[in-house]
Antibody, heavy 125, light 106 residues
Framework: QLQLQESGPGLVKPSETLSLTCTVS??????????WGWIRQPPGKGLEWIGS???????YYNPSLKSRVTISVDTSKNQFSLKLTSVIAADTAVYYC?????????????????WGQGILVTVSS | SYELTQPPSLSVSPGQTASISCSGD??????VSWYQQKPGQSPVLVIY???KRPSGIPERFSGSNSGNTATLTIGGTQPMDEADYYC?????????FGPGTKVTVL
């Protein structure tokens, strides 16, 4: 059974960089048609897609966050990572990593079918 | 930017049918996924590509999508179905989630 686990600091200071890693177990991060994504959820609010990456390193990001986001992959460790720069209080959220399955390789019709448990990151001095 | 609209809340009696709408411009031309999220838990995929159910999702969950509205239907709603439900679609290369609908079973 595929499992994803987020890890990283739970507290980040304003203007600093948020860094999280997602470790994938029970399957290979290099599986065809499998992208890997980050989604966040501010306390008491809805879900927001941050971006996704393929094992080749191909990425695409939410335009609203693109200037501050970098997602990378380490296939040797079966991990992918998120960096969000210049964080502010509004970046406080539960951050989820998820498998982003692209049926036939197409973006339209793709979906998030396996999710990590989430990690709460608080931005505060 | 593309937006999806959902009713904030919905109440349904046990055993009745719950219908959750998700609206967006020409949404019927896109594929929609639905996610269930219970308090303190991660979202769970319940419908993908408008109508398909992942393995392990009960048959009482079904979906449709036409025109500007997608609908998640829970037939014979059970107390365990009480949760927040989010629709999601792709606009060009951007993933968009709806604001969520809180379903209360009482």
């Amino acid at each position: 059974q595929l499992q994803l686990q987020e890890s990283g600091p739970g507290l980040v200071k304003p203007s600093e960089t948020l860094s999280l890693t997602c470790t994938v177990s029970g399957g290979s991060i290099s599986t065809s048609n499998c992208y890997w994504g980050w989604i966040r959820q501010p306390p008491g609010k809805g879900l927001e897609w941050i971006g996704s990456i393929y094992h080749s390193g191909s990425t695409y990001y939410n335009p609203s966050l693109k200037s501050r986001v970098t997602i990378s992959v380490d296939t040797s460790k079966n991990q992918f990572s998120l960096k969000l720069t210049s964080v502010i209080a509004a970046d406080t959220a539960v951050y989820y990593c998820a498998r982003h399955y692209r049926d036939g390789g197409y973006l339209t019709g793709s979906y998030f079918d396996y999710w990590g448990q989430g990690i709460l990151v608080t931005v505060s001095s | 930017s593309y937006e999806l609209t959902q009713p904030p809340s919905l109440s349904v009696s046990p055993g009745q049918t719950a219908s959750i709408s998700c609206s967006g411009d020409k949404l019927g031309d896109k594929y929609v996924s639905w996610y269930q999220q219970k308090p303190g838990q991660s979202p769970v995929l319940v419908i993908y590509q408008d109508t398909k159910r992942p393995s392990g999702i009960p048959e009482r969950f079904s979906g449709s999508n036409s025109g500007n509205t997608a609908t998640l239907t829970i037939g014979g709603t059970q107390p365990m179905d009480e949760a927040d439900y989010y629709c999601q679609a792709w606009d060009i290369s951007t993933g968009v989630f709806g604001p969520g609908t809180k379903v209360t079973v009482l």
